[in-house]
């Protein structure tokens, strides 16, 4: 099955934060960041998958919307490691722009399945 675009930005987000992970110096207290980022931002593209096995379009549309809260928390865990310097403002600032894409990408795929539902 090819991989749509969403998909594969969601999974691109998703490694490029592990790999930024990986540079952060967890033994400054931020070690928990770390771990609640990386699962946030794994988190969105195994429910984008998920969904594809969706037992219903209600359940389809359940697991998008659990992916979308996961993107808006991975934002949130962007800008406390950005607030505690533990990132670059500038890498913040690009993984902030496609945690917004992906975002955007997410509520039009359920607002356009939840107008197909009726």
Not at 32 to 37: D, F, P, R, T
Not at 41 to 63: C, L, P, Q, R, V
Not at 64 to 77: P, Q, R, V
């Amino acid at each position: 099955m090819k991989d749509s675009e969403l998909r594969t930005r969601a999974k691109s987000l998703a490694l490029h934060v592990i790999s930024v992970c990986d540079d952060v110096d967890t033994r400054k207290g931020r070690g928990v960041l770390v771990n609640q980022i990386v699962k946030s931002s794994t988190s969105i593209g195994a429910n984008i998958h998920e969904a594809n096995y969706a037992s219903s379009k209600a359940d389809f549309i359940n697991k998008f919307h659990i992916a979308l809260k996961e993107c808006n928390e991975t934002e949130y865990w962007l800008e406390m490691l950005a607030g505690s310097d533990a990132i670059s403002e500038g890498v913040s600032k690009a993984l902030l722009q496609e945690c917004g894409i992906i975002r955007r990408m997410l509520v039009k795929s359920i607002t356009t399945a939840k107008e197909n539902l009726q």
